[in-house]
């Protein structure tokens, strides 16, 4: 690009992040919807993209789909995700470095959205330690839309999972509203509302989820038009289902219980709920019929859930979307009547993909496999004490990062080789490809090692361990049948695709990250949103209208 036009689109995109007033202000979306579905595999869209005709093909066909979008980060999981859309910043800026991570003050793991603070409210009436956006760092561009615009702009998140709810929405005030396992309860927390809203509770005694108790999951399609088999090998479905369809929605006892519950949240009749939930949420508040712009986040966790037990290579994954594409499609037209096709943005993304399940490739002769935690943990233990001698040098091995006692990571770097036996000792166990530590974290910030690179866009130096594990290609640390959690393509590489006014439809090659989202929608929405480590996706902004 030359120079010239460059400082062009800068110029616009700067313009465009200012404040709007008068026609301008008209041309701003009443809506601002973003979705999020949890675990969508970027190449899901080739493998079973043709039977989509509902909601998932009105996107990819009439949105802006940017085909090489992916996460520059390593940690890819849920909370992570939901934090880097919602911000438009990276872990390094926004702290969610994992859905949890070792609070070295508090000496305990903390979830991401642990807060004493506040109150989770039920709508069973049980309330529990609470929960709310306090950890994250950076303001969400729901906030930012309240800030900039007043709270005549107000936000309605939804999802099973509260990490996901809670990121896409920020601090409140707002509904943040999840569905919480420990009650079988759909709840908020006081950080948001000082109740649950009276048409939430109205909606769950007219549509109670266990309305849908003996119901079967069964396929939707054809059984020839599966691209893979039933009853896959390595699959590890959960207690009550077999590998085969149908699955039934049953408990241990002729009635709803905690394992009829897990059922039901991975499968599709959760993802039909949340949409229906997400529609009543529109009509009672009359978002985005106001003088300003709202904000809904739905996020949809039942192929994540279904994803960790069966693969991507499942038939029970293909399901899931083929349904999700019919579960979209009516909410799309449900918006375009209760708001108006040309009158709400969406963006529609996901937080992380997923891994081949291990055993499946190492089947059929390729390196894979799973990282032990206990042999993490007992290999850097052994090395410290023979060079320190006795203690409990290893704090807790999370994920892939590596916390070590107060002073530890010090003594080591003082002496280089003990610190390059503990690194050796911990690339030596099955499945490790590289190990980094936390000294290094500047340094590979501009590097052009791709690994160093993404662990150090992961890395905050108050949430991060002292030594950080990269797993080889097609290993994973879980005992689910697969997961997520690296800076591989499988991981990495999601759909990301814009629709609605502003949006110039099309298929688009550039680079791009989820964390652009963010910033190309409060371009559209008039509001500045700077210092973020996403960019505008100046391709796909159409040319405005100024009469």
């Not at 594409?325 to 009158?343: C, E, K, P, Q, Y």
């Not at 943990?377 to 590596?402: I, N």
């Not at 130096?461 to 594990?469: F, I, K, P, V």
């Amino acid at each position: 690009m030359r120079a010239s036009l460059r400082f062009l689109l800068v110029a616009a995109a700067m313009l465009w992040c200012g404040p709007v007033s008068g026609q301008q202000a008209s041309l701003r979306p009443r809506l601002v919807v973003v979705l999020l579905i949890d675990q969508f595999r970027s190449d899901y869209i080739r493998w079973y993209g043709r039977q989509w005709k509902s909601g998932l093909r009105r996107v990819l066909d009439r949105g802006a789909w940017f085909t090489n979008a992916a996460y520059p980060y390593m940690n890819t999981v849920t909370c992570s995700g939901h934090a880097t859309v919602a911000t438009g910043d990276l872990p390094a800026q926004h702290g969610i470095v994992l859905n949890q991570w070792y609070d070295r003050a508090a000496g305990r793991v903390v979830s991401c959205t642990a807060d004493e603070q506040v109150k989770t409210l039920a709508h069973r009436g049980d309330e529990r330690s609470g929960r709310s956006a306090a950890r994250l760092l950076s303001t969400t561009l729901a906030e930012e839309l309240r800030a900039q615009l007043g709270p005549e702009s107000r936000t309605v998140t939804l999802s099973l999972k509260a990490r996901s709810a809670i990121m896409l929405a920020g601090r409140g005030p707002g509904l943040a509203l999840w569905f919480d396992n420990a009650t079988a309860s759909w709840a908020t927390s006081t950080a948001f509302a000082p109740q649950l809203p009276s048409f939430v509770l109205e909606f769950i005694r007219n549509r109670p989820v266990e309305a849908d108790f003996g119901k079967q999951w069964t396929r939707m399609l054809r059984a020839g038009a599966y691209k893979f088999e039933d009853n896959g090998p390595d699959e590890r479905p959960p207690a009550g289902w077999t590998n085969s369809f149908p699955h039934a929605l049953v408990g241990q006892a002729d009635k709803p219980d905690a394992r009829f519950y897990e059922l039901w949240r991975q499968s599709p009749y959760s993802d039909e709920y949340l949409a229906q939930m997400a529609k009543v949420a529109v009509q009672a508040l009359r978002l985005g019929s106001g003088s300003s712009t709202d904000f809904l986040g739905v996020s949809f966790s039942a192929l994540d859930l279904t994803g960790h037990d069966f693969g991507p290579h499942s038939q029970e994954v293909q399901d899931v979307l083929v349904r999700l594409d019919a579960t979209i499609g009516d909410l799309l037209v449900f918006l375009d009547s209760a708001v108006g096709r040309n009158h709400y943005l969406l963006a529609l993304t996901t937080d992380h993909g997923v891994a081949t399940i291990p055993e499946t490739l190492a089947r059929k002769g390729l390196s894979a496999g799973r990282v032990s935690i206990s042999q993490l943990y007992a290999a850097a233990q052994s090395v410290l004490e023979a060079v320190l001698g006795p203690g409990h040098h290893v704090l807790r091995v999370e994920h892939t990062d590596l916390y070590l006692a107060p002073g530890v990571l010090e003594k080591l770097t003082a002496q280089p080789p003990a610190l390059r036996a503990v690194i050796d000792a911990l690339q030596a166990v099955p499945g490790v490809e590289r190990v980094f530590h936390r000294d290094e974290m500047t340094a590979l910030a501009g590097h052009g090692d791709p690994l160093g690179r993404a662990v150090s866009l992961s890395y905050h130096a108050d949430r991060s361990g002292d030594l950080l594990m990269v797993p080889k290609a097609n290993w994973i640390l879980s005992a689910d049948a697969t997961t997520h959690g690296t800076a591989r393509s499988y991981d990495a590489h999601v759909p990301l695709i814009l629709m609605g006014a502003g949006i110039r439809p099309g298929k688009y090659a550039a680079a791009a990250s989820p964390a652009d989202i963010a910033p190309t929608l409060a371009s559209l929405c008039g509001i500045r949103f700077e210092g973020r480590a996403g960019r505008l996706l100046t391709a796909a902004l159409a040319a405005r209208r100024t009469n």
